[in-house]
């Protein structure tokens, strides 16, 4: 019989950039070498346990959950530098539900106290947390090893009975490895073995697992090599090439170690001694604060029914029936105590004026969600489904996600904090990995090859792509595999790295909040070194197979464009305006779609919506929910027909005569998955319930489910009376529909956004286009593209000034114009900013240059942000830029004597000096040849990203619109296709090709927009001259959209 041995120091790729395995592999290969337990044990976290405990069950293999902990030299709380950076390894497993949770305490304390390069615990924090863990003395970084080779046996010893003691007989093992070409790995051995048998203490034998097969060595060094940056044939560089850390058989390790074999049987008793299981789907809901005497369904009720009144649906029957069915089986799922705290958070960000979204997802069915203020979405007049949301037959947890906007959703998520306990609500971490494009770069400089050898082949690489799928499906990619030795050797080690764990960071919305504290159930951290913010060691799915509660909390910039439009409609017009309570009938919005002036409405911007909208010319609210739904690929190309049939153009008939009231919204199409659960409950007698398994089952396109759906449909609409063929039919007239049907609840949320912002546009395109700039005024391209959208809009941008400028974009009412916010000039920092406009609150406009530095203090104004301001165009009301320019150490010298003679009461240089009313100024300029206009459009260009008073294709206008098409209408659907454009050349990128030759990569850009332009070797040679920087060139070429970016290949 063959031995049994288990792996105990394991680590998987959530040793991030360390251990190379991910789950499913290491599982795999324990399964294939005939384990039946496994440690997981990775460097001072445990963000796998979750993963590898389910995966484990699944095949049959006992998991134990572990992790690979340090030990501070001394205390974890003392972090001095050349001391406290000395740290020992050990091995934690949990060997029941205490050990568990004390092993989540530790390993949470190590990251939020004792984190110093490394997450460190102490003797001092074990000894109170060591209770049901076994723990194992460490490799050659654990503390007794480094003692033994120090020669410090007796110190040793103390070590060794000290963790006895503190763990208790039985839970403390002494650990030896086999790696014999590390010198002092034998040595130490040799050490334990001898204390062990002198302190009579249990050896047990380990692999330090970091790859599975030996072959992975390469692999798995290339991975340190990313993480540390060092070059690979520095000698002095971290790695573990030198030796085997792959997964050895237990009959390897029983020969390893024959000669101590109790050290292999030791492996087994430990495994036997671990018995911790999770407690897997059990909803943990964190209980709501009643009032006294009341219960949460009946408090839920009673806030229901208020809610029913301020809709005003208090007496309407339909409404109450729906509210009492929706109540019953939120009580028998249990899940009142969601819908309080919900609604708790979400009225408070409204009572603090933080716009909410009408709602998001499936809760927008529900009629209590509704009434509860969480939605503004009436589910009974959009016909949405409440089995949609929660399926009683089905009990699983609501998910109600909310979208905020993006720059208060941490105060909503800081009220929850402090209502429900810090300790009770973290943000939920997320881990970036390792895609094909992204490890091909990361392999390829980690061997030392020329960026631009890997870039090349990275970007043969379409989107989305593994490199499987490449070396399958893109022919050049398998050719250079297949001929080039140096690009085989990087995809192959590339395939290896593809998928692992990267870095870990903050899930974009999730937020956990729990019944007890986070730290007794889920290890914690701080997502990176310098974040404050915690977040779980388990990211969202694992969060959700525990039980626990997880919400997604969504900053939607659009809200905040809301948020902002809505301020400036007050602050100029003395209005608020209520925007969830906008008629959805209004004409001047409809006008605005029917035009598709949609650039900033949210869902309806691009190109092709915009096409659609043209022609399909909506006039109802339904329109808008109908093309939110179906602008996706796959019902895409059902909007021709859902377009000809609104308009009268195709005819719309119907299978059966009951499918008419279901279908008539959308022309007899079956747009939304709400509409075929109402077919399976209106045809085939259905429970909403059973319909919405229906719709799970047509959505995951597996045959047998799909085959028992079928017969039961069609079984059922036999039995009322349609005949089998008919009933065959819309079986397979829907089923195309209902793979790729939406769900209405989230697409009428979505159109009620759109609406409110097309609605704001069309009443306030001032205000709303200043809000939209302001919002995107970190990306100076869309910035272009939006002032161009102002131009077509009738609507002025102007540039920066000193004297109407505000930190963003703002109004200029009375002119009908909107301004340049300082913060958009290159090298104005903030500190500049808030000093310009809070003295101009003070003490009113500057009147001249000489002024503006008289008032601004030197130590808020420094030579770099003046010059910037001056050729940005912010003193252009006092004088010529090039003589400010020319002038400004003068200036700026006189201006620092001004604010030392009035630090000391004395009257300085500038009072009263260039002013508007000064006959004779106390500063003379001197004369400077003023700047050209095209200058003047460089510097703006350099310093706000983009040209503002004019554009260096201004004269070239008409040339252009002959001979080129604009930039802002080159799209996906244009490629292939050989297209002329005209532009500046405003950035070059030159690269060397494998043949010598030199090729390049431009940005071209007209006054709508920029694009990439590549121009190969052969068009440089015949064209040397033509591409220089600020060059308005002419260029023909086919467009290529290979990366999801539409960009020109240059033919002449």
Request: proline residues 4%; aromatic residues 8%; charged residues 25%.
């Amino acid at each position: 019989m063959s031995p049994k041995f288990t792996h105990l120091h394991v680590h998987s790729h959530y040793s991030l950039l360390d251990g190379l395995p991910k789950i499913d592999q290491l599982l795999d290969c324990a399964k294939k070498l005939g384990m039946d337990s496994i440690a997981l044990t990775d460097h001072g976290v445990m963000y796998g346990a979750v993963e590898f405990y389910k995966k484990s069950k699944s095949r049959g293999i006992k998991p134990i959950i572990g992790a690979e902990m340090y030990l501070a030299h001394e205390s974890m709380d003392q972090k001095r530098p050349n001391i406290d950076d000395v740290r020992y390894h050990f091995i934690l497993l949990a060997k029941n539900d205490k050990g568990y949770r004390n092993l989540v305490k530790l390993v949470t304390e190590a990251h939020l106290r004792g984190f110093y390069y490394k997450p460190r615990v102490d003797e001092e924090l074990l000894a109170k947390h060591a209770e049901g863990l076994i723990m194992i003395s460490g490799c050659l970084q654990g503390r007794i090893p480094r003692l033994l080779l120090a020669g410090k046996e007796k110190e040793a010893e103390d070590t060794a009975i000290k963790f006895q003691n503190m763990f208790g007989e039985g839970n403390f093992y002494l650990e030896i490895q086999h790696h014999p070409n590390i010198k002092e790995q034998g040595t130490v051995n040799g050490r334990i073995i001898a204390l062990s048998e002198k302190l009579r203490m249990p050896l047990v034998a380990t692999q330090d697992l970091h790859y599975l097969e030996k072959d992975d060595a390469e692999a798995q060094d290339i991975l340190m090599l990313i993480n540390t940056g060092a070059a690979k044939d520095d000698p002095e560089r971290l790695s573990m090439k030198e030796d085997d850390f792959s997964m050895k058989s237990p009959a390897e390790m029983a020969e390893i170690f024959s000669e101590v074999p109790e050290a292999v049987e030791n492996t087994q008793k430990i495994a036997e001694s671990c018995n911790f299981e999770f407690e897997l789907g059990k909803p943990k809901m964190p209980a709501f604060p009643l009032p006294a005497g009341k219960t949460g369904e009946k408090y839920l009720k009673e806030l229901c029914y208020l809610g029913l009144q301020k809709r005003g649906l208090e007496k309407d029957e339909t409404a109450i029936e729906r509210l009492e069915y929706e109540l019953k089986a939120i009580k028998q799922t249990g899940f009142a105590s969601y819908f309080l705290i919900v609604q708790d958070f979400v009225n408070w960000a409204k009572q603090n004026r933080i716009v909410v979204g009408p709602g998001r997802g499936s809760v927008a069915g529900s009629l209590v969600a509704y009434a509860l203020n969480i939605t503004n979405v009436n589910p009974l007049k959009y016909d949405l489904l409440f089995e949609r949301f929660i399926n009683p037959e089905r009990i699983s947890p609501p998910d109600i996600d909310l979208d905020f906007t993006d720059r208060r959703r941490d105060e909503v998520i800081d009220y929850v904090a402090q209502k429900y306990g810090k300790d009770h609500v973290a943000q939920i971490i997320t881990f970036g990995t390792m895609a094909a494009r992204a490890v091909i770069r990361d392999v390829g400089r980690a061997l030392g090859y020329a960026y631009g050898y890997c870039d090349q082949i990275a970007k043969m690489i379409p989107f989305s792509f593994t490199l499987e799928q490449t070396l399958q499906k893109v022919k050049e990619f398998k050719q250079l595999y297949d001929a080039d030795e140096k690009a085989k050797h990087l995809i192959d080690l590339a395939k290896k790295l593809e998928g692992v764990a990267r870095h870990a960071s903050t899930h974009a919305c999730g937020v956990v909040i729990s019944d007890e504290p986070l730290d007794t159930l889920i290890p914690l951290q701080h997502p990176t070194q310098g974040e404050e913010h915690i977040v779980t060691q388990y990211e969202m799915h694992a969060i959700e197979d525990l039980g626990l509660l997880k919400m997604d909390f969504l900053g939607l910039k659009n809200l905040t464009i809301i948020e902002d439009t809505l301020a400036r409609v007050y602050k100029i017009h003395n209005k608020n305006l209520d925007i969830e309570n906008v008629p959805t009938d209004d004409k001047k919005t409809y006008e605005l779609l029917r035009k598709a002036g949609t650039i900033g409405v949210f869902q309806l911007e691009s190109s092709g919506m915009q096409r659609y909208l043209r022609e399909l010319k909506p006039t109802v609210f339904e329109d808008i929910i109908a093309m939110v739904a179906l602008y996706r690929p796959g019902p895409m190309e059902w909007i021709p027909e859902y377009i000809s049939r609104k308009n009268k153009k195709a005819a719309v008939e119907y299978l059966h005569k009951d499918l008419e009231p279901i279908l008539k919204n959308t022309y007899g199409i079956c747009v939304y998955q709400e509409q075929l659960m109402q077919i399976a409950q209106k045809l085939a007698g259905f429970s909403l319930s059973e319909a919405d398994t229906l719709r799970k089952a047509v959505g995951k396109k597996i045959k047998s489910l799909l085959m028992e759906q079928q017969a039961k449909l069609t079984g059922g609409m036999k039995k009322n009376g349609i005949s089998e063929r008919v009933a065959n039919q819309i079986w397979e007239w829907i089923l195309p529909f209902a793979r790729y049907g939406f769900n209405k609840s989230h697409s009428t949320c979505y159109a009620m956004i759109a609406y409110q912002t097309a609605y704001l546009k069309a009443h306030y395109p001032l205000e709303f286009m200043s809000a939209l700039l302001t919002a995107d005024s970190a990306d100076v391209e869309r910035i272009g593209f939006l002032i161009e959208e102002c131009k077509k809009m009738g609507v002025e941008v102007l540039p920066p000034d000193v004297n109407e400028s505000f930190r963003t974009f703002s109004v200029v009412s009375e002119a009908g114009k909107i301004r340049f916010g300082l913060l958009a000039v290159k090298n104005v920092g903030h500190n500049v900013v808030e000093a310009i406009v809070a003295e101009r609150t003070r003490a009113g406009r500057f009147n001249s240059i000489a002024d503006f530095l008289g008032r601004i203090a030197s130590k808020d104004l420094n030579k770099k942000s003046m010059e910037s301001l001056v050729r940005a165009g912010a003193f252009d009301q006092f004088g010529e830029r090039n003589q400010f320019l020319s002038n400004l150490e003068k200036l700026l010298e006189i201006a620092r004597e001004t604010q030392k003679s009035k630090q000391g009461g004395q009257k300085g240089l500038f009072d009263g000096a260039l002013s508007a009313t000064s006959a004779a100024p106390a500063v003379i300029l001197a004369p400077a040849k003023p700047a050209s206009e095209r200058e003047k459009l460089q510097w703006e260009k350099e310093l706000l990203g983009l040209y503002v008073s004019g554009h260096p294709l201004r004269n070239y206008r008409k040339a252009l619109e002959k001979t080129a098409i604009p930039l802002s209408d080159i799209s996906p659907d244009l490629t292939g296709k050989l297209v002329k454009i005209g532009g500046v050349v405003s950035g070059i990128k030159k690269i060397i090709t494998r043949t010598g030759k030199p090729m390049l990569f431009l940005n071209v850009e007209d006054e709508t927009r920029g694009i990439e332009v590549v121009a190969f070797p052969a068009i440089l040679e015949k064209n040397p001259a033509a591409f220089q920087e600020n060059k308005i060139v002419l260029i023909s070429g086919r467009v290529d959209n290979r990366d999801g970016v539409a960009k020109i290949i240059a033919n002449e």
